[in-house]
C-alpha cells in the first residue's frame, strides 16, 4: 500500500468560523494503481491532494505515504518526503523560469540525490523533450511545459505521483496526448498515481475512482 | 540539495541582469556615500586640527616669557627633567626675496599627539625631519623659501598661509637662534606631584588654552557632516529595500515550487540569507572603493594626514584603514539585512497553497497607502512629543528618525491625493486616463519616490545648515577678528606706553579693558569696549534694538551675549545690574559661540569709571599694512612675536577651510540625487514590463506610442514634482532639527537658520532634471515598443 | 632579552623607511654588530653603545606592601639610533624613549616617555652612574647600588636597589644567540638587586620590599626576518636559583628557545635551542585580543616542572608600542615569583 488515508477532516477559517472541507475521508493506493478523485470545486479534492502531499496540516486522522504516518511529521521531515517518495503534478506546471528545460527536469532528482542522467534522457525522449533541453520554459508551449513537469517528477523516481488537474490548462488533444504519455510512464515506474481531475473523460482513463461531495467519499 | 537549491536561487538573477545590477549598484552607492562621507569627516578634522595646530592656537595651555621673547634651551631642559611634560617651539621670521616667512620650529616627539604639525608622506620620514632638515611649508611661501633655504621643501597645503614647519633644531639654526625657544606647549597629561613651575621656571608665565570657540562650530559641523552620511546612506536603503522585494516578489512562485518539490523552509531562509550576505559584501566591497574615490577626489588636499608620530603610519595619502573599511562593509550588510528582513518574514510567513501567481510590486495600494500614513501621523506625533518634551541628543536623532521616517511614510498618501486632485480638473479624456494611470503607477514607484524624497530633503536641510552654518561663521570671525592685529601683553606697567605707540602708527587701537564679575548670577567677563567704527560695522546680533552703539557709547545700554542672556532669562530691553549702582537696559544680544562664560559689554568711559584700576593688557589694532606694522612692533618697539596675533590670517586661512569643507558639500549633494535618479530609473525600467498590458488599451484606443512616451516621462516629471515640493518643507525642518535641537543638545547652543530660497529653485529643477533623465529611456524603450508585443496582450489574455 | 627587539622593529621602519627594511635583517648601514666571545669593559659598556643600533636598560622588580600584597615594578630605558654616531644638538640621531609601570593584582599603571639625545634630556652617564630621561632615573654611584624613580599621571615610585651578587653573562659569555640563523645581541644581567623603597599609587603611598632584576642588552640586527614575537621569563626561585628562558616564535608556529640557570652564587649555565620550554595553558583577552596568562614551563635538565601564573592578567602596555608585560607566580617542582613579557600577540 502506497498510499492509506483514513478519515481525514480539514477545515478552513471563514467569514462565519470554520467551514468543514473533508469531514472524513478514507483512501487506499497500491503501488502501481492509478486513481481519479473528481468532485465539484469546492468539494475539497485539491485539498486532499495538499494534505497527502505534506504540504498542509490535516485536523484530523491519518495519512500513510509508503509506510510512514505524515501526519504527525515535522515539517522538515515532510519536505524530506517530498523529495524522495512523493512527485506533485501541478495545473499551473510550476517550472522554474530561470533555469533551463534540462535543469528543470533534473531538478528534483538532484534535490533526492537520486539523479540518473541516462533515466532523465529516456524519460526526455519518451516525452519528446530532446530537442528542447537547452530552452527557457517560456519558450515553450504549456503542453510542453507541462511535460517538462512530468519528466521532472518521474526523473525522482516516486513511489507516489500526485497530480492536479496536469491538463487543466491544456486544449483538448494536447490533454489527451500529455495524460496519455503521463500514464505509460507512471506504469512503466510501477508509482502509485492520485489524480485531481473534473474531467469525467481522463476520469475513464484511470484504473478506480473516487467521487469527493461534500467533504465525504462518495 | 544545498547547492541544487542555490543554483535554483540564483539562476534568478541570471535572467534579470538589471535587477541584479540594481541590487549591487544601489548597495555599492549607498555605502559609497556613508563612507566616503566617513573619510571626508575624518580628514576635514585633520584638516581643521592642522590649521589649530600651525596656528598655535589652541587647545594647550602654553609656557611664555615673562620678559622679552626667548626662552633658553637650558630652562626647558630643566623642566623636563623636574618633570614637566612640554615641548618646545621656536618661531621667527625668515626673510626671502619675496617677502618674510613666519617659520614654526617644533619639537615632533614631545609635542602632544593632535598637534605634530607634519604632513608626512613617502617623501619624508622622522629621520630626515628630525636629523637632515625638512621645511613643511603652504604652497604660498615654498617657492621663495626653496630658494632661500639649503634644506628640502615639502609643500603642505593643510599649513597656514605664510607659515612653514620645521624641526626645532632646524628652525634654531635658520632662526640664528641656537639654544634659544620662543615658547613651550603644555601636555594637558601632566605626571602626579608636580614640582611648582615658580620654583624650576620663575621666568616663565602660563598662559591658558585659547577660548575654543571656533573648535565647537566645527564639532558641531561634523555631527551635522555625520547625521548627513547616515541620511545618504538610508537613502540608498531605500533602493536595496525596493530591488530586495521586487526581486522576492518575482521569486514567489519559484520558492513555492521549490518547497513544494520538497526543499525544507530553514533549508531555503539560511540560502537567501547566505545568497544576500554575499551580495551585501561584495557590493559593500565595492561601495567602500568607490567612497574612497570619492574621497580622494573631493579632497585631493587633505592627503597629508596629521596624526601623531608616533605609532601613526606614516603613509601621506587618504588611507583604506581596516576600521574605515570594515565598518563601510558592516554597514551594508547590516542595511541589506535590514532591507531585506521583511522579504524574509514574508518567505517565512508565506503559505505554501494560496496561489503561486506573483503580485505586482506594490507598497502602497489604497489601503495600505492609508494605513502608512496612519503610522506616519504617529511617528509624527511621536517626533513632536520629543520636541516639547524630550531631551538629550539620543532622543534628538530619534525626533530626526521620526520626522524622515514619517515623511517617506506618508509620501504615498499625499501623491495619490495630489493625483486624485488633479484627475478631477482633467477635462479630456486622455488626461483622466493618464492621471488615472498614474494613480495605478504610484505604488510602484513609492519607494523610488521616497528616495528622492529623502534625498532631496537631505539636500535642502544640509545645504541650509551649512550655508546658515557658514554665514554665522563668517560673521562671528568678522566681528571678533575685525581688527587685523592682535595684541596681548603680560605687564600692566607697559600699557599706556604700548597704547600711544600704537595710536601714532595704527588707524585705530582698541583697548580691551576687562574684569571677571558675576552678573544676574551668571559668572560673566565684563568688557569696557572703545566703541567706534569697528563696532558699529561689524557687530551683528542676535536680536537688537535701535541705536545700540549710540546708546552705549552714552553709557545708556549693555550689549551681553546669548548665554548670558539665557541663562538669566533676560532679552533685549530688559534691565540687568552690571554693579551694584549701575543698572542698565540690554540694547542687543550678541552671539559668543563655545564661550562658557556669560559676557557683556559697555563703553570704555564707564568701565574706567566702575574699575578704575583695570588697565587694558590686550589691544585690538586695526592696520592698512598689518605685516608692516607687524615688524615695526616686534623690531621696533620690541614686543615678543608670540604676543601678537594676525588675526586676518587666522580670518583668511579659516574661511579656506571652510570653503574646501562646502565644495565637498555640494559634491555630495549631486550624488545623493544621483542615487535618487538611479533609484527612479531602477524601478521604471522594473515596471516596464508590468506596464505594456497597461498601456495596450490606450494604444488600442488610439494614443501613439510616440505620445504613450511623453506621457511616460511627463508622469515622472510630476511625481518628482510633487515630491521635491514636499521635500523642501522637510528638509528646512530637518535643518531646524540639526541647528537648533541636535546643536542645542550637543553644545548647549542655537544656530540661526537661514533660508536660500534661489538655492531650493535651484534644487527642484536638479531633482526634476534628474528624475526626467532616470526616466528617459525607459519612456524611449516604451515609445518603441513593437505593435506586436502591444498586440500580445489581448492575444494572451485569459 | 630580546623584546625590545620588537618594539623596534615595529619603531624602526618609521624612520627606516628611507633605507628600506633590508637594513635591519643585515649588518648594514655602518652599524656595529655583536661577534662571539665579547670581553666588556666596566663600568663604561654600563653605558650607551651609540654604533649600536638598539639598547636597553631593563628593570623588572617583584615587590611586596605591609600586608603581603604582591606588587610589581618595571623600569625601561630604550636607546634607538637613527645614525651610528652621536651629535651635540637636536641633530643627535640617537633616540631615547622609556616604559615604566607599576601592577598590582587588580591594576596596572603604566607611563612612558621619549626624547632626543644631543640636548641633555634624556641619556646615559657611567661614573657615576646615570640612566635618565625627563624625571625618571635610575643613578648611583655604580650599578651595584641604585636609586630608581619614575612617574606618570597616576602612579609613581621611588626605589632603593642593591646588588647581593655579581653580574651574570647570557649565551656565550654573554654573546647571545637569537635565531638558528645566528642574529645576536650583547647580554648580561645583574638578577640579585634586594630592593626597598615606596609605590605612590592612587589610594596613597605603600612601603615595599622585594627583589629586582637589571637586563642590559644591545644589538644592531636582533631578530631574524621571520620571528614575530617572544616570550621570555625571568623566573627567582624561592631556592635562590634563577632561571631566565625566552622563546622566539616565528611566522611557521616554530620556536627559538635560549635559557641561562644562574645557580645562587651568580655562576651561569647557558642552554641551547630546545633545553627551555614554554606551554600555554590559559588565555585571556586584553585590548582586544588573547594573551597566554599561565604557562606550563619545564627544563629537564633541572627538573623544572613548574606552572607561571600572572600576578595580574591585564597587565597589557597600552603605550605607542603595546606589549604584554608583569609579575608572575611560580609555582610545581619550584616556587618563586618572576616577571614574564610577550610581544607579538595582535
Known amino acids: 500500500m502506497v498510499l492509506t488515508v483514513q478519515d481525514v477532516k480539514k477545515s478552513f477559517p471563514g467569514a462565519e468560523g470554520e467551514v468543514p472541507v473533508l469531514r472524513g475521508v478514507s483512501l487506499t493506493l497500491e503501488r502501481g494503481e492509478t486513481l481519479a478523485l473528481t468532485g465539484e470545486s469546492g468539494s475539497g479534492k485539491s485539498t486532499l491532494l495538499h494534505l497527502i502531499g505534506g504540504l498542509d496540516r490535516v485536523d484530523g486522522g491519518s495519512i500513510t505515504v509508503a509506510g510512514r504516518e505524515i501526519t504527525d511529521m515535522s515539517d522538515t521531515d515532510r519536505a524530506a518526503l517530498r523529495r524522495t517518495d512523493v512527485g506533485v503534478i501541478f495545473q499551473q506546471f510550476n517550472l522554474i523560469p530561470s533555469l533551463t528545460v534540462e535543469a528543470n527536469i533534473a531538478f528534483q532528482a538532484r534535490l533526492a540525490g537520486t539523479y540518473d542522467v541516462a533515466h532523465a534522457k529516456r524519460l526526455s525522449a519518451a516525452l519528446g523533450l530532446t530537442d528542447h533541453l537547452l530552452k527557457y520554459p517560456e519558450a515553450l508551449s504549456g503542453g510542453q511545459q507541462q511535460r517538462v513537469a512530468i519528466a521532472r517528477t518521474l526523473t525522482a523516481r516516486p513511489k507516489l505521483v500526485l497530480a492536479d488537474e496536469p491538463t487543466g490548462n491544456l486544449d483538448e488533444a494536447t490533454a489527451a496526448e500529455v495524460l496519455g504519455q503521463m500514464l505509460a510512464l507512471v506504469r512503466e515506474t510501477g508509482a502509485g498515481l492520485l489524480m485531481v481531475t473534473h474531467s469525467q473523460s481522463v476520469a475513464r482513463r484511470m484504473e478506480r475512482h473516487v467521487h469527493l461531495s461534500q467533504g465525504h467519499v462518495v | ?798 | 632579552m630580546t623584546v625590545r627587539a620588537l618594539l623596534l622593529i615595529l619603531w624602526l621602519p618609521v624612520q627606516a623607511a628611507a633605507q628600506g627594511f633590508a637594513g635591519l635583517g643585515t649588518d648594514a648601514d655602518g652599524f656595529a654588530v655583536p661577534t662571539p666571545d665579547p670581553v666588556f669593559d666596566f663600568p663604561k659598556d654600563h653605558g650607551a653603545h651609540p654604533d649600536y643600533r638598539i639598547e636597553w636598560w631593563y628593570l623588572t622588580a617583584n615587590l611586596t606592601g605591609p600586608d603581603g600584597t604582591a606588587y610589581g615594578v618595571q623600569w625601561t630605558l630604550f636607546r634607538s639610533a637613527l645614525a651610528p654616531e652621536t651629535r651635540e644638538g637636536w641633530t643627535d640621531p640617537q633616540v631615547w624613549f622609556a616604559h615604566a609601570a607599576v601592577t598590582t593584582p587588580d591594576r596596572h599603571l603604566v607611563a612612558e616617555r621619549i626624547a632626543r639625545g644631543g640636548i641633555g634630556q634624556a641619556g646615559v652617564t657611567v661614573d657615576p652612574f646615570e640612566a635618565w630621561i625627563d624625571d625618571w632615573r635610575m643613578s648611583g654611584l655604580d650599578v651595584e647600588m641604585l636609586d630608581l624613580t619614575a612617574r606618570g599621571t597616576d602612579f609613581a615610585y621611588d626605589l632603593d636597589l642593591r646588588a647581593t651578587g655579581p653580574l651574570v653573562f647570557h649565551g656565550n659569555g654573554g654573546y647571545s644567540v637569537k635565531s638558528a640563523q645566528g642574529q645576536a645581541s650583547y647580554y648580561y644581567s645583574q638578577p640579585f638587586y634586594e630592593v626597598s623603597g615606596t609605590l605612590t599609587l592612587p589610594s596613597g603611598d605603600i612601603p615595599v620590599t622585594g627583589a629586582a632584576w637589571l637586563d642590559r642588552e644591545w644589538s644592531s640586527q636582533p631578530l631574524a626576518d621571520n620571528q614575530s614575537g617572544w616570550d621570555w621569563f625571568s623566573l627567582s626561585f624561592d631556592k635562590d636559583d634563577k632561571l631566565m628562558g625566552f622563546l622566539l616564535r616565528d611566522d611557521a608556529g616554530g620556536v627559538f628557545s635560549s635559557a641561562t640557570w644562574i645557580a645562587s652564587d651568580g655562576t651561569t649555565t647557558a642552554y641551547p635551542d630546545g633545553a627551555f620550554r614554554a606551554r600555554a595553558l590559559e588565555w585571556h583577552e586584553v585590548a582586544g585580543r588573547d594573551v597566554p596568562v599561565r604557562w606550563a614551563v619545564q627544563m629537564p635538565d633541572r627538573g623544572v616542572d613548574v606552572t607561571v601564573t600572572a600576578l595580574n592578567p591585564d597587565a597589557w602596555m597600552a603605550l605607542s608600542i603595546p606589549y604584554w608585560e608583569g609579575p608572575v607566580i611560580v609555582q610545581g617542582s619550584h616556587a618563586g615569583r618572576g616577571y614574564l613579557e610577550m610581544t607579538g600577540y595582535d
Open chain 2, 1 to 798: 540539495m544545498t547547492w541544487v537549491t542555490l543554483t535554483a536561487l540564483l539562476s534568478h538573477w541570471r535572467c534579470n541582469r538589471l535587477q541584479f545590477f540594481a541590487l549591487v549598484a544601489g548597495l555599492a552607492l549607498a555605502t559609497a556615500l556613508w563612507s566616503g562621507v566617513q573619510a571626508i569627516n575624518a580628514e576635514a578634522r585633520a584638516s581643521y586640527d592642522a590649521a589649530a595646530a600651525t596656528l598655535g592656537e589652541g587647545q594647550f595651555d602654553q609656557l611664555v616669557p615673562r620678559s622679552g621673547d626667548r626662552i633658553d634651551q637650558a630652562t626647558y631642559i630643566a623642566l623636563r627633567r623636574a618633570g614637566w611634560q612640554v615641548s618646545p617651539v621656536l618661531e621667527g621670521r625668515l626673510r626671502t626675496n619675496a617677502g618674510s616667512v613666519r617659520l614654526v620650529g617644533l619639537e615632533p616627539l614631545t609635542a602632544p599627539g593632535t598637534i605634530a604639525p607634519v604632513g608626512m608622506s613617502e617623501d619624508a620620514n622622522l629621520d630626515d625631519f628630525l636629523t637632515r632638515g625638512v621645511l613643511f611649508a603652504a604652497p604660498d611661501v615654498a617657492d621663495a623659501l626653496g630658494r632661500t633655504v639649503a634644506q628640502r621643501i615639502i609643500t603642505d597645503p593643510s599649513i597656514a598661509p605664510g607659515v612653514a614647519l620645521t624641526d626645532i633644531g632646524v628652525a634654531q639654526s635658520l632662526l640664528d637662534a641656537e639654544g634659544r625657544l620662543s615658547r613651550l606647549i603644555v601636555s594637558p597629561l601632566q605626571p602626579m606631584g608636580l614640582p611648582p613651575l615658580e620654583d624650576i621656571a620663575p621666568g616663565l608665565l602660563r598662559q591658558p588654552a585659547q577660548d575654543a570657540g571656533a573648535d565647537r562650530l566645527t564639532d558641531s559641523f561634523h555631527l551635522n557632516l555625520t547625521a548627513f552620511g547616515l541620511l545618504s546612506f538610508a537613502v540608498g536603503i531605500f533602493i536595496v529595500h525596493g530591488t530586495i522585494s521586487l526581486a522576492f516578489e518575482q521569486r514567489r512562485s519559484m520558492v513555492r515550487t521549490l518547497r513544494a518539490l520538497g526543499v525544507p523552509l530553514r533549508t531555503l531562509i539560511g540560502l537567501t540569507v547566505l545568497e544576500l550576505s554575499l551580495f551585501a559584501l561584495v557590493a559593500g566591497g565595492i561601495g567602500v572603493a568607490l567612497g574612497y574615490v570619492i574621497a580622494a577626489v573631493l579632497l585631493p588636499n587633505v592627503a597629508a594626514t596629521l596624526q601623531g608620530l608616533y605609532g601613526a603610519s606614516v603613509a601621506g595619502t587618504l588611507q583604506l584603514r581596516p576600521d574605515w573599511w570594515l565598518s563601510g562593509l558592516a554597514i551594508a550588510v547590516l542595511g541589506t539585512g535590514l532591507a531585506a528582513s521583511g522579504a524574509l518574514w514574508a518567505i517565512a510567513r508565506m503559505p505554501l497553497l494560496s496561489s503561486a501567481r506573483p503580485r505586482a510590486w506594490a507598497v502602497a495600494s489604497g489601503v495600505t497607502a492609508r494605513r502608512l500614513g496612519a503610522l506616519a501621523v504617529l511617528l509624527f506625533l511621536t517626533g513632536i512629543g520629543i520636541a516639547i518634551w524630550g531631551q538629550g541628543l539620543t532622543l534628538a536623532f530619534a525626533l530626526l528618525a521620526c520626522l524622515l521616517i514619517g515623511a517617506a511614510l506618508i509620501l504615498p498618501l499625499l501623491l495619490r491625493s495630489a493625483v486624485t486632485l488633479a484627475d478631477r480638473q482633467a477635462r479630456s479624456a486622455m488626461w483622466q486616463w493618464f492621471w488615472a494611470d498614474t494613480r495605478q503607477q504610484v505604488p510602484g514607484m513609492s519607494l523610488a519616490l521616497m528616495a528622492l524624497l529623502l534625498a532631496t530633503a537631505a539636500n535642502v536641510g544640509v545645504s541650509t545648515m551649512v550655508s546658515s552654518f557658514r554665514v554665522t561663521f563668517v560673521d562671528f570671525l568678522d566681528q571678533r577678528l575685525a581688527p587685523e592685529l592682535f595684541i596681548r601683553i603680560e605687564d600692566t606697567a607697559q600699557s599706556a606706553d604700548l597704547e600711544a605707540f600704537l595710536l601714532t602708527n595704527a588707524s585705530d587701537v582698541l583697548p580691551l579693558l576687562t574684569v571677571d564679575t558675576d552678573v544676574a548670577g551668571v559668572p560673566t567677563e565684563l568688557y569696557g569696549v572703545r566703541v567706534g567704527p569697528t563696532y558699529r560695522e561689524n557687530w551683528l546680533f542676535l536680536d537688537d534694538t535701535p541705536d545700540v552703539w549710540d546708546r552705549v557709547e552714552a553709557g545708556r545700554a549693555v550689549v551681553v551675549s546669548e548665554q548670558l542672556a539665557r541663562r538669566a532669562g533676560l532679552w533685549t530691553e530688559d534691565t540687568v545690574t552690571l554693579a551694584p549702582d549701575l543698572t542698565l537696559p540690554i540694547a542687543a544680544i550678541v552671539a559668543d559661540y563655545g564661550n562658557p562664560l556669560g559676557q557683556a559689554l559697555i563703553a570704555e568711559p564707564l568701565f574706567r569709571q566702575l574699575y578704575p584700576d583695570v588697565v587694558p593688557v590686550s589691544f585690538g589694532v586695526r592696520s592698512d599694512d598689518p605685516d608692516r606694522l607687524r615688524r615695526t612692533l616686534t623690531e621696533e618697539y620690541g614686543l615678543p612675536d608670540a604676543a601678537i596675533t594676525d588675526q586676518a590670517r587666522i580670518k583668511a586661512f579659516s574661511l579656506e577651510v571652510f570653503e574646501r569643507t562646502f565644495t565637498v558639500t555640494g559634491a555630495l549633494n549631486v550624488l545623493t540625487l544621483a542615487v535618487a535618479a538611479f533609484a527612479i530609473l531602477m524601478s521604471l525600467l522594473t515596471l516596464a514590463s508590468i506596464r505594456v498590458p497597461q498601456l495596450a488599451p490606450a494604444w488600442a484606443l488610439g494614443l501613439t506610442r510616440r505620445r504613450l512616451g511623453q506621457l511616460e516621462l511627463l508622469r515622472a516629471v510630476v511625481l518628482a514634482l510633487v515630491t521635491t515640493v514636499l521635500a523642501i518643507p522637510l528638509g528646512l525642518m530637518l535643518a531646524w532639527v540639526l541647528l537648533a535641537y541636535v546643536n542645542v543638545e550637543a553644545f548647549g547652543w542655537k544656530l540661526p537658520i537661514y533660508l536660500f530660497p534661489a538655492h531650493y529653485a535651484m534644487l527642484t529643477v536638479f531633482a526634476l532634471a534628474a528624475a526626467a533623465l532616470a526616466a528617459l529611456w525607459p519612456a524611449i524603450r516604451l515609445a518603441r515598443t513593437p505593435p506586436s508585443d502591444l498586440l500580445k496582450v489581448f492575444a494572451n489574455d485569459r
